[in-house]
């Protein structure tokens, strides 16, 4: 089963068709839809504040477009940052030789993205964290993504987080936003290889490379 996931998976990465969200989640283990109707997100906002728990994972033939762009190598660290079940990260460890982590609220999703890294024969390359992405550790990253996952209340604290982490080290930042994407016009970033097409729903995929390193 590993090989015909990896199989598959690097087929799609290496052709130009839209493939069925459904039948690759498959093969990447992941079934969002049965966990996500035991969810008690009212629950959740509850105890951990207004944000965008609802979970949309990001398009596969979104994440061609990303992977292919990012050209991540084996001294890579990768961070989806709000994972989901970790859609990301199993795609990208199939198809790229970085090494991969993800930071998600629900401990349910980072469970179902654990199972599936393990099953998929990844749990050396990918690491899935429970963690509010403001306070987890992850300085050690190289590039950092994210798929609309924050609400304006909370995405400044993740822009001032990133700035930190690039005042002492050359970063990545690919994101996917609907509508205003708060990391463009900041002065610690510039953006490369400006999107030509969109690649979901109406949403560019954005690079940005830090540029006040030390």
Not at 70 to 91: H, P
């Amino acid at each position: 089963m590993v090989n015909v996931a990896s199989h598959a998976i690097r087929t799609f990465h290496g052709g130009d068709d839209d493939g069925s969200e459904d039948s690759l989640d498959a093969l990447l283990g992941i079934d969002a839809s049965s966990i996500e109707r035991s969810l008690d997100l009212r629950g959740v906002i509850n105890a951990a504040g207004k944000n965008n728990f609802v979970y949309g994972g990001t398009a596969f033939c979104a994440l061609r477009d990303l992977f292919h762009r990012l050209t991540l190598t084996a001294d890579d660290v990768f961070y989806d940052l709000g994972c989901g079940y970790g859609r990301v990260l199993l795609y990208g460890a199939l198809v790229a030789p970085a090494r991969f982590r993800g930071v998600e609220l629900l401990p349910e999703r980072v469970a179902h993205a654990t199972t599936a890294a393990a099953n998929l024969g990844l749990a050396n390359r990918v690491d899935v964290r429970t963690g509010d992405v403001v306070h987890a550790p992850i300085d050690d990253g190289t590039v950092y993504f994210m798929y609309h996952p924050f609400y304006q209340t909370v995405l400044p604290n993740v822009v001032a987080a990133l700035e930190r982490i690039a005042a002492a080290k050359l970063i990545r930042i690919a994101t996917i936003f609907y509508g205003d994407d708060s990391f463009r016009g900041q002065p610690w970033l510039h953006e490369i290889d400006p999107p030509t097409s969109v690649v979901q729903a109406g949403a560019f995929t954005r690079i940005y490379t830090s540029v006040n390193h030390t």
